[in-house]
């Protein structure tokens, strides 16, 4: 579903190449660490120490890529759409390997990777299956995809992906979003041939505030999400 049928706030909407270019400087610095870090670390399904190799889709600005070489991961492949993104991520040195790409259609060997993620990136996607079998192609028998995403009820309840723009009046702009049941994400994962292994869902709390005081009005809010699955 597009999200403009949930959209309250109705600020202009830009393509993802558009916006993630314009809000790449600041990413790192605006987007709350809740959203992916404690869900990441909260996962019992993945032996991070023992991935070998990673691909990193969506990569951005390499958060997700210094996580994985922290924890363990040997070599971290970086796919991302927006130039301005990767070079940042470049800049962090955690992708042994960064390529600019759709993340449906990467130019990354098949079954050669012991892990994918996928992060904070598929509210952005009008289709899931898609990048369900992208992964499915990339990864080796018996590994795993990691999906985190902003929840679809914040999405539901009219809070879209945005940003606020550099310069004159930090002018607040949405990138282009849409609604994914966790229905869908079943079915493209299964269509891939992808089973479920772990579901976990994160929730506004205080802890949680301590990053991003000003959502203080959300507490109590599923925010983000984390799927498991494996080939």
């Not at 992964?135 to 902003?150: K, N, S």
């Not at 999405?155 to 949405?174: D, K, Q, S, V």
Request: proline letters at 4%; aromatic letters at 10%; hydrophobic letters at 45%.
């Amino acid at each position: 579903m597009d999200f403009s049928l949930f959209d309250r706030r109705r600020y202009p909407v830009v393509s993802v190449e558009t916006g993630y270019a314009e809000w790449a400087n600041d990413y790192d610095a605006t987007v709350a660490a809740g959203l992916d870090g404690p869900l990441l670390e909260s996962l019992t399904s993945v032996n991070w120490g023992r991935v070998r190799r990673a691909a990193d889709l969506a990569c951005g600005t390499g958060r997700t890529g210094v996580w994985l070489k922290s924890h363990g991961v040997a070599a971290v492949h970086g796919v991302d759409l927006t130039q301005q993104m990767l070079e940042i991520a470049a800049s962090k040195h955690a992708h042994e390997q960064l390529h600019l790409a759709d993340v449906a259609g990467t130019p990354l060997a098949s079954s050669a990777y012991d892990l994918c993620m996928l992060v904070l990136a598929d509210e952005h996607l009008a289709e899931l299956a898609p990048v369900y079998r992208e992964a499915a192609r990339l990864l080796a028998p018996g590994g795993q995809f990691v999906l985190i995403g902003y929840h679809p009820f914040f999405l539901m309840r009219g809070m879209p992906t945005h940003y606020h723009r550099a310069m004159g009046n930090r002018e607040a702009i949405t990138i282009r979003s849409y609604v994914h049941l966790f229905s869908e994400h079943f079915d493209a994962a299964r269509t891939a041939g992808l089973g479920i292994a772990e579901f976990r869902e994160c929730v506004i709390d205080e802890k949680w505030l301590v990053s991003k005081p000003k959502w203080r009005e959300y507490l109590n809010w599923p925010v983000s999400f984390a799927l498991v699955w494996s080939g």
